[in-house]
Nanobody, 127 residues
C-alpha cells in the first residue's frame, strides 16, 4: 500500500525559505516518478515540480522555476522540495505524489491521473 507523508510546511515571511519532505513507504520508490503539487483555496490543483525515476530528470512549473529545487533519495525513500524566495502566491497546501511509469513533465501536467497522494502540508506566506 502506497503511503506518502509530507512534512516541513509552516508559516514564512515573503522572501523566506522552506524545505518540504515526503516520506514514502509501501512501494519501491525507485520505480516511480515523484512530484510535488499544490492547491490554493478556490483554485485547481497544479503540478509544481516532478522528478523522473532512473535519470532524475526534472520539471518545474514556470511560476517556481529558478526558486524551487526538487530532489529524491531512493535509498532513504524520500523526496524533497527546497523552496526559496517564497511569495504570497506560493501559499497553498502542498501534496506529494507518486506515479508509476511516468516521467517528470507528463506527471506534473496530468496530475488528475495520479492515484497516489499524501495528505498535504500547509505553506503560508505572510508578513
Amino acid at each position: 500500500q502506497v503511503q506518502l507523508v509530507e512534512s516541513g510546511g509552516g508559516l514564512v515571511q515573503p522572501g523566506g525559505s522552506l524545505n518540504l519532505s515526503c516520506a514514502a513507504s509501501g512501494f519501491t520508490m525507485g520505480d516511480y516518478a515523484m512530484g510535488w503539487f499544490r492547491q490554493a483555496p478556490g483554485k485547481q490543483r497544479e503540478g509544481v515540480s516532478c522528478i523522473s525515476k532512473n535519470d532524475g530528470s526534472t520539471y518545474y512549473s514556470e511560476s517556481v522555476e529558478g526558486r524551487f529545487t526538487i530532489s529524491r533519495d531512493d535509498a532513504k525513500n524520500t523526496v524533497a522540495l527546497q523552496m526559496n524566495n517564497l511569495q504570497p502566491e506560493d501559499a497553498a497546501v502542498y501534496y506529494c505524489a507518486a506515479s508509476w511509469g511516468e516521467t517528470a513533465q507528463p506527471m506534473c501536467v496530468r496530475w488528475y491521473a495520479i492515484r497516489s497522494w499524501g495528505r498535504g502540508a500547509l505553506v503560508t506566506v505572510s508578513s
